[in-house]
């Protein structure tokens, strides 16, 4: 059944003109009860969700939600894996095809990180296009045809080529994931939740990958990539069962449906309708990096995400200089270093889960500091600041000879602690600023994250060897401690700022929108009104 509303002209589609209407009839059709149409003339019928529908993916089954999360969530994995992967196995890949030095030694990781800042640049906005579930299957299987040409790569430059494309591809989960989650979760407790999860995965996974590398290289390099190949694999034919969550392509492909079984032109989607959101080539590539110069909150996350995320890749290059050097470990037992790295940023997840528990519980006490995302989300990175440039100092003044080897292999609990929590913190703020705009907020951090990785490993080994391990190490402290007060700026600065944004003030528009068709209820309404 679809409840046909009958409306006046005063009823504009667009979020530049949303305006109160009043329903002059309601019919009720027999077809499908998910879906409302909205007669705004003789030529043009609008569909919309209906109010509870099971269509809307904010309203589908728990169980539905939850293999969607998963899913997006094994794909960020296992880019994540892929990143690092080659990190142990580069001196014997090295051996192999006859190359040497230290600019090649990053070459395969720092490719593949070229190929997550192109990436981003044509996926997100895509995914705000034609749909998430198009974009992350077709970019995951020829990312896995991508590591099938790794393994059986016959020479350096093919190998790196195949890196290329699996850096192009595997940008796609890293960005767009993150939509997947704002599109099912309109809650701001589940999304925050769900937002943990995937910022885990999405930092977890280049740990686990020098750990495959180290683990498995004494049966040939290949084998890494092997195993690499085994789980996308998996990954791939759960990822085939994926649900679309854009609700705009969802309510597009019902109003083709409607045309194509009336044989007319009249049915239409708001996104048909709304004439701002056209799209273009030239809009593909621009709204990532628009948004990246343009929105304050985006790009001074991004920052802050990206020395995170950059000196986990630095250290990718730093251990193996500062254990085999100080203590004479070998690549297997360097490798196992990164443990306590991955405890720490799986523990991070457990203590975003306390705190919004915590503020969950404020909030239903109407306690006065519980309100606002920036409390929500903030304060933990607000922590984490501090703590990260600590670990880095424990790391440049632990790793001595004179000092056994647990000293600094300890550090990487509270460096990965810290720097997950970041990620975490910025990241979900940013995604519950920018809801169905978060693919491309999301794609802007990538971006930046991605130079700054493939950038900082190239002067590791030229900084260790001038400074030595305790000064270059504590020089990369002193860097975070100039990244500290980015949160602290954010929390006080952050509602001023969304007040001036243009992508936060649509959302708020799109909010109105649903509220006058009946879509949401006013105590959603509110929350969102909060959120932006």
């Known amino acids: 059944m679809f ?7 005063k009823v504009l589609v667009t979020e530049r003109h949303i305006a109160s209407r009043e329903s002059k009839s309601v019919s009720i059709l027999q077809d499908d009860p998910d879906y409302t149409l909205i007669e705004l003339n003789t030529n043009q019928t609008l569909v919309e969700f209906s109010k509870d529908s099971a269509a809307d993916p904010t309203n589908w089954t728990l169980r539905k939600k939850i293999y969607n999360a998963v899913v997006g969530l094994v794909v960020v994995l296992n880019s994540g894996i892929s ?22 030694k990053v070459l395969p990781t720092a490719i593949f990180l070229i190929g997550y800042c192109v990436g981003p640049l044509v996926w997100s906005p895509l995914s705000e296009t034609v749909g998430r579930r198009l974009i992350l299957v077709w970019t995951f299987s020829i990312f896995v045809l991508g590591t099938l040409g790794c393994a059986l790569a016959p020479n350096w430059i093919a190998l790196l080529i195949f890196r290329l494309i699996c850096g192009t591809m595997a940008a796609a989960p890293q960005t767009v994931s993150g939509g997947v989650y704002a599109d099912m979760f309109s809650n701001i407790k589940s999304r925050g939740r769900a937002m943990a999860l995937y910022m885990s995965a999405s930092s977890f996974g280049p740990i686990i990958g020098p750990i495959i590398s180290g683990c498995t290289v004494r049966y040939g390099w290949r084998w890494t990539f092997r195993i690499d190949l085994i789980i996308c694999g998996v990954t791939w034919t759960a990822l085939l069962f994926l649900s679309e969550t854009f609700s705009p392509v969802l309510l597009k492909k019902q109003a083709r449906r409607l045309c194509k079984e009336s044989n007319s032109k009249r049915y239409f989607s708001p996104q048909e309708l709304d004439s701002t959101v056209g799209f273009t080539f030239t809009q593909t590539l621009t709204r990532p990096l628009s948004m990246l110069f343009f929105e304050p909150i985006i790009l001074f996350s991004a920052i802050y995400v990206s020395l995170a995320w950059s000196m986990v890749f630095f250290y990718f290059q730093a251990y193996p200089i500062i254990f085999k050097g100080t203590y004479g470990f070998d690549v297997a037992m360097t490798s196992l270093t990164y443990l306590p790295m991955g405890i720490g940023a799986a523990s991070s997840c457990l203590f975003t889960l306390y705190y919004d528990t915590i503020f969950q519980k404020a909030q239903k006490m109407r306690k006065r500091w519980a ?15 501090p703590l990260l440039a600590i670990s880095m100092f424990w790391l440049a003044w632990s790793a001595k000879q004179n000092i056994p080897w647990i000293a600094p292999v300890l550090s990487g609990l509270i460096f990965g602690l810290s720097y997950q929590t970041i990620f975490i913190s910025l990241l979900t703020y940013v995604t519950d600023a920018y809801k169905i705009y978060s693919a491309s907020a999301l794609a802007s951090s990538v971006i930046l994250r991605s130079i700054a990785g493939a950038l900082f490993p190239l002067a590791a080994d030229p900084l260790y060897a001038k400074l030595g391990v305790a000064w270059a190490t504590s020089l990369l402290g002193f860097v975070s401690i100039a990244c500290i007060p980015i949160p602290f700026a954010l929390l006080y600065y952050g509602p001023s700022i969304r007040r001036k944004s243009p992508f936060c003030q649509r959302l708020l528009e799109e909010d109105e929108k649903k509220r006058l068709s009946g879509t949401q209820s006013p105590e959603e309404l509110e929350v969102e009104r909060v959120a932006v």
């Open 3 to 9: 409840g046909l509303q009958f409306t006046d002209r």
């Open 83 to 104: 990143a690092s992967l080659p990190s142990n196995a580069i001196p014997t890949i090295m051996q192999e095809f006859g190359q040497s030095g230290n600019g090649q």
């Open 371 to 385: 309100s606002g995302p920036e409390i929500q989300r903030l304060p933990l990175s607000c922590a984490a600041g």
